[in-house]
T-cell receptor, first 112, second 108 residues
Framework: DVKVTQSSRYLVKRTGEKVFLECVQD?????MFWYRQDPGLGLRLIYF???????EKGDIPEGYSVSREKKERFSLILESASTNQTSMYLC???????????FGSGTRLTVV | QKEVEQNSGPLSVPEGAIASLNCTYS??????FFWYRQYSGKSPELIMF????GDKEDGRFTAQLNKASQYVSLLIRDSQPSDSATYLC????????FGKGTRLHILP
């Protein structure tokens, strides 16, 4: 069973803090993705990675960065958290060229 | 701009009836198509995928694809209250594009 594990289910952070969201998958998937999901806006792609050390900007990368030092781990970093980054963050992984993503359980981040 | 369009709903369907969920996409070069189900407060999970024109059946679920019309649909037969969820259509060309989802409510 493919598992994508996100380190926290709920997080509350203060404005200006640096925030790390961790995602680990155990199925040797090359592709990993970070999305945020907001009511009425659907899933929006923040960053993705097709290989270790590789990263590509998605549709809304501003205010975020990522790190992929190992194949199984893809971290999302909010450099200086702001209230408009309050959202549900979803990590996903897949094999190359495949659209059947496996999602983590999500991290609901609140920035106060 | 590649787009995937879905009616946001809510779509209300009586228990035991057929629920029909529709999706259109703009990129004619799209190769594969996916339906994800997302329960409230949970993450999306893949329930169906289809690559070729026509129908693909899996239990109570049927995915239908018409590439000429750029249209993909999901039929749920014998709808159950447990089918109440948001259904996301996703289209793959060189990148997955998700629709915003249709909320389905099965009325007991």
């Amino acid at each position: 069973d493919v598992k994508v594990t996100q380190s926290s289910r709920y997080l509350v952070k203060r404005t200006g803090e640096k925030v790390f969201l961790e995602c680990v998958q155990d199925m040797d998937h090359e592709n990993m993705f970070w999305y945020r999901q907001d009511p009425g806006l659907g899933l929006r792609l923040i960053y993705f990675s097709y290989d270790v050390k590789m990263k590509e900007k998605g549709d809304i990368p501003e205010g975020y960065s990522v790190s992929r030092e190992k194949k199984e781990r893809f971290s999302l970093i909010l450099e200086s958290a702001s209230t408009n980054q309050t959202s549900m963050y979803l990590c996903a992984s897949s094999l190359p060229g495949q659209g059947d993503y496996t999602f983590g359980s999500g991290t609901r981040l609140t920035v106060v | 701009q590649k787009e995937v369009e879905q009616n946001s709903g809510p779509l209300s369907v009586p228990e035991g009836a057929i629920a029909s969920l529709n999706c259109t996409y703009s990129d004619r070069g799209s190769q594969s198509f996916f339906w994800y189900r997302q329960y409230s407060g949970k993450s999306p999970e893949l329930i169906m995928f289809i690559y070729s024109n026509g129908d693909k059946e899996d239990g109570r679920f049927t995915a239908q694809l018409n590439k000429a019309s750029q249209y993909v649909s999901l039929l749920i037969r014998d709808s159950q209250p447990s089918d109440s969820a948001t259904y996301l259509c996703a289209v793959n060309n060189d990148k997955i594009i998700f629709g915003k989802g249709t909320r389905l409510h099965i009325l007991p």
